[in-house]
């Protein structure tokens, strides 16, 4: 099991491993899942770990990201009257990390929230660094806010069900994060699989440049841009 701690703006803990449920602190209060569908195996693994009785599974991708989503998770939080201090669970890709943040922190003008990132990509970029938003037809991103989760938890497990491909675009990005720091260690990419004993402290690595540079910078002014590289 790998474990940091972002120090800024607002600390939380993150952890990378197998069996990361054991490590989830949750504060009090109420508590609501959103997740993907294609995880559901692994979002009700969590609902029941951490005695989730509010659950809403949704189809993820860019079609998550939309504003008639939002308004349908932000009506299935209020139809069940939960209250400020409510914490909302997201278990997905990096467009459920994306769309469960702003739900977070725009509902009620602001709840905490932890993220159960289960894409390589997800982990190493969406999940870390307090970056939520919406798509418009105009354009990606178009809509969002700087908000911070209050926990990370990677279950490597769920990356054993990924597609290669999609495996693989997380480590385009950590390989990403080595270009930058000059890490020489992210750029070693070759041979790594789910199954990869170095899998989970190489991603822990990945975490560890992208979370140096967005506690210099959280708020992307000047150098977090870097980790914009290859976004369209």
């Known amino acids: 099991m790998q474990r940091l ?14 069996g990361v449920l054991a490590q989830v ?6 508590k609501a899942l959103l997740y993907d569908r294609k995880v559901e195996g692994f979002a009700l693994e969590v609902a029941e770990a951490l005695k989730v009785p509010h659950r809403l599974g949704l ?79 105009e354009g990606k991103n178009l809509v969002g806010a700087f908000h911070f989760p209050q926990g990370v938890y990677a279950e490597l497990r769920a990356l054993k069900t990924l597609p290669p491909f999609t495996f693989k675009e997380g480590l385009v990005e950590a390989f990403k994060h080595g270009l930058i720091s000059g890490d020489e260690g992210l750029l070693e990419v070759e041979g790594l699989a789910p199954e990869s004993p170095r899998l989970e402290a190489y991603l822990a690595q990945a975490v560890a440049v992208k979370m140096a540079i967005t506690e210099r910078d959280p708020l992307e002014r000047g150098e977090r841009r870097l980790l914009n590289l290859g976004h369209t």
Do not use: M
């Open 59 to 137: 189809e993820g991708g860019e079609g998550a990201k939309t504003l008639e989503v939002y308004g349908q998770v932000l009506s299935f939080l209020a139809q069940r009257g939960l209250p400020r201090n409510t914490i909302l669970l997201v278990v997905g890709g990096g467009t459920l990390t994306d769309l469960g943040g702003f739900v977070a922190a725009t509902y009620l003008r602001g709840i905490p929230y932890l993220s159960f990132p289960t894409t390589t990509l997800s982990v190493v970029d969406a999940s870390v660094g307090g970056k939520t938003g919406l798509n418009l037809p």
């Open 25 to 30: 602190e949750v504060p009090q209060g109420p």
């Open 5 to 18: 701690s972002v120090r800024k703006p607002s600390p939380y803990p993150i952890a990378i491993g197998e």
